[in-house]
């Protein structure tokens, strides 16, 4: 491994930018996130930036079980998101539909049909700790040595 | 007398500030002990009543399977919503989460299921499919033959005088296996989950 290699690994691990989408869900994930954001968890702390533009994002945060009106959006954020990217699911609705999913209903989990899934918190709303965990321990995995990866 | 340049550069750089400014954490990832999380074990025996089930509001969050050792209640995670239902409902404390179980024992308080079966005896035809297939009845009277005629009383349910009557409500589990079985949609069983509240003189 480069020298290179290691400051982008580094660098990488230490500045993650973050895009939430919801998918349709009830806004409570939605509130748990903006609570990461909150003195009391704080995630500039941990190096995590919450852009709401997909082309500065490295990791998006699917929320919401999939709504019929997200059928192609979502997968046209994913693909503006440069790479290296990664996708977590945030809550139950993403990963199974939790309590919407349910005869006569019209949305169309899990996220994983739609878009790659990395990673997947479970929880219905998860607590901000655990979508903080799970961000800091997703993205040095997925971004550890893209390049080499990719080539 | 204006002090050196050094003392400006001491007093900026000490060693307690650059820690903080360098490394500076505030509250850590961890879950408070009070937080209810997903519900686990105690390792006191499951008696397969299933109220857990019955009191769950997310699909597919619990089931109670089979293991070699018994019965075990599993919880899925990508489906449990953590609303602690299960923990409350089970009458043997077989789950545990947060502060539940010590709340309830503080406040007296538990929640109660009882199940009441109707029988609408327009749509009965006397079949006896309920009375067969109710898993009650064949603990009580394992020769029980169809037409649902039995000897004994101590049924749960049996078929009288061509319609189904339930003789001991009572002695319902719940299981809502005789709906399944009911070809008119004659029978339906009611389940009733409420809190109660035991004061202490009582228990």
Redesign the interface.
Known sequence: MTLLQAVKNFVRSKSIHVCYVDVGSCNGCDIEVLACLSPRYDIEQYGIYVHNNPREADILLVIGAFTPGWEDKLRMIWEKIPDPKAAIAIGNCPISGCLFDRPHTLIDPPAAKHIPIAAQVPGCPPRPTEIISAVLSVAPLVFRDYEVAKR | MALPFTAYMKEIFRVQWLGTFLF????P???PSY?RG?PELTGKTCTHALFCMMAC????AIHVIRTPDGWEPRI???????CGLCVEACPNGVLASGRILESMFYDSTRLSFSFRIDVDTSLCMGCGNCAVACPVNKLIDTQMAYGGRASTDELLLRVNEGKCTVLHAEKCTGCKTCEDHCPNGAIRVARLLEAVHIPEEEV
């Open positions: 500076a954490k505030t509250a990832l961890v879950t937080s997903f509001p997310a699909p597919g899925n995670s990508g489906h449990c919503i953590r």
